[in-house]
């Protein structure tokens, strides 16, 4: 048989959204901040139920606490129900945050029998779940292990069981929520991606990296399902996943389902002549980003704006400028973006006649950066003082090469700015 299901992860219920003081954020959108979890997670049922998927993963931190909020429980009642009623499976695992001693299992009174499976709950963790297809045939395996407190020093891998003989026709899927790759030290579930690869199932759907992020085709992080804070900047959403008949993964695609979106976004302010120019630089930036967006799941979007390059207008990128641009843009999208103060990283375009000219440090400065013996040394004496880090890097000759030019043109170019700004300020003394 071909089937089909989703992959979700790290939904946080009950989590509050952060850093939003930073925004100029309309305080009528408190609505949309109390609501937009469940709105992507509502998403998620949907397309779940529109694609007619055979099962859901849930792959951990469903709850953001230990003290499941009574409301958040009755928000995952009601989508599980939703499944249910759609004739659709689920598998849930506990990860970090709602380990399995959370979760009561009067809350969620689904029986041994139930289409709705919380590993740990109803069944010994881990949990081995066998999907029938019509025909009787065992087709589809699913190693589910959950969290039983809110820390797990140990590396779970070795609780999961390879495809047995009599399971080899099986499509075996790992479902875990662990730190990959990581230090041995993490106390979330440490293991390696080499070993996930070792147990050989046909796809480990993973939780607890909130970033959605593909290890390789059989091994992801669907990612959290709405971002919450700027460390979790991006378009975040599902995976849905379609095996064919000969249990090769036919598609894996990510569906962006989130209803606010934190963004950072960089901007290069080189080219532009003038403030009006650049002005039109971070508009048209600002709609190449949000116009990307084809989905039409996200309400929303929190910017961050770093303005870089050097300019001849720096002067002119003040409070006001933010705040003209900030309302504008903001005007112009009925609301759909709300801008944090935009970081001036800009520097002052450098008068180079005026540095070759100068009498003073400046033209100095200027003349010592371009002899190529001066930076060499430079550099020796940089790279003597970073030796161990540099050895430990294991760079190639020719790495350290691309290293030194690259760190010479950074050095070059700061201090020609800098001789800029010194002559510009001799030029505004005069
Ligand atoms: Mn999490």
Redesign the pocket.
């Known amino acids: 048989m071909s089937f089909s299901f989703i992959q979700i992860s790290?939904i946080?219920l009950g989590r509050p959204f952060s850093d939003l003081s930073k925004y100029s954020v309309d305080i009528n959108l408190k609505h949309l901040y109390k609501n937009a979890v469940e709105k992507a997670l509502n998403n998620a049922v949907d397309f779940a139920i529109g694609k007619a998927v055979d099962f859901v993963l849930i792959c951990g931190?469903t709850f953001d606490s230990n003290e499941q909020d009574f409301e958040a429980k009755i928000i995952l009642k009601e989508v599980l129900n939703k499944l249910l009623s759609a004739d659709i499976k689920v598998f849930l695992i506990c990860?970090n945050?709602d380990p399995l001693s959370s979760y009561n299992k009067l809350t969620f009174d689904f029986d041994e029998n139930s289409p709705i499976h919380i590993t740990g709950l109803n069944s010994k963790n881990p949990a081995e779940y066998t999907l029938k297809d019509k025909s009787g045939k065992n087709d589809v395996i699913i190693h589910a292990f959950s969290f039983e407190n809110n820390v797990l020093k140990e590396n779970p891998v070795k609780y999961f069981t390879p495809p047995q003989k009599e399971n080899g026709g099986a499509f075996h899927i790992g479902m875990l929520h662990c730190d990959l790759d990581c230090s041995s030290e993490s106390p979330y579930a440490p293991c390696k991606s080499a070993q996930l690869k070792d147990i050989n199932y046909n796809y480990w759907a993973l939780?607890?990296i909130?970033i959605p992020s593909v290890i390789d085709d059989k091994i992801v992080y669907s990612g959290?399902i709405q971002g919450r804070n700027t460390k979790e900047t991006g378009v975040h959403g599902i995976r849905y996943i379609k095996v064919d008949d000969n249990n090769a993964i036919a598609e894996n695609s990510f569906i962006p389902l989130d209803v606010i979106r934190y963004e950072d976004l960089c901007i290069d302010l080189s080219s532009s002549k003038d403030i009006t120019s650049a002005a039109s630089v971070i508009t048209d930036s600002v709609y190449d980003l949000i116009g990307n967006d084809k989905n039409t799941s996200c309400e929303l979007f929190l910017l961050r704006i770093y303005l870089t390059g050097m300019v001849c207008f720096y002067d002119e990128i003040n409070e006001q400028f933010f705040s003209v641009l900030s309302e504008r843009l903001n005007n112009q999208t009925q609301g759909k973006i709300c801008i944090s103060q935009i970081n001036n990283n800009t520097s002052i375009k450098a008068d180079l006649e005026a540095i070759i000219s100068d009498e003073g440090i400046a033209g100095e400065i200027y003349k010592t950066i371009q002899n190529d013996d001066n930076m060499t040394s430079f550099f020796n004496s940089v790279q003597n003082s970073l030796q161990k880090l540099v050895s430990d890097c294991n760079y190639s000759e020719e790495e350290k090469q691309k290293l030194q030019v690259e760190v010479l043109n950074s050095v070059k170019e700061n201090c020609i700015n800098i001789c800029g700004s010194i002559c510009a300020d001799e030029r505004t003394v005069d």
């Open positions: 790290d946080h931190d990860g945050h939780g607890h909130h959290t």
